[in-house]
């Protein structure tokens, strides 16, 4: 959507090209494909062993039944229905109207 000031002043916009940055296609072919390299080998907290790669790491995390804090997929919610309260509220009316009174809460 368009705003009125745009329209109004439509005709003293200056269109022109918009300027390419020289090289930037060849700094892309430079660049070329970017491969994660393997994790450095560290000492678990878990149990002391040394875990040197990503399989190994996700093995041994694995094993433990530990996760790691942010690297889980979040579960999709899913909404519960509201259990159904006309049943209860004819109930609570009926005795209402049959004389029932709740003692004091001392």
Excluded: C
Excluded at 38 to 58: A, K, N, Q, T, W
Excluded at 79 to 84: T, Y
Aim: hydrophobic content about 30%; charged content about 30%; proline content about 10%.
């Amino acid at each position: 959507m368009t705003t009125k000031a745009y329209r109004a002043n439509y005709d003293l916009i200056e269109w022109k090209p918009l300027q390419r940055r020289p090289g930037l296609a060849r700094e892309a072919r430079a660049r070329g494909p970017y491969f994660i390299p393997d994790i450095e080998p560290y000492v678990s907290p878990l149990d002391g062993s040394v875990v040197g790669s990503r399989s190994h790491h996700r093995d041994h995390m694995r094993a433990h039944g530990v996760v790691e804090a942010g690297t889980d997929k979040p579960k999709p919610t899913t909404v519960k229905p509201l259990p159904d309260v006309r049943q209860d509220i004819r109930e609570a009316y009926e005795m209402l109207k049959a004389g029932y009174s709740q003692r004091p809460l001392l």
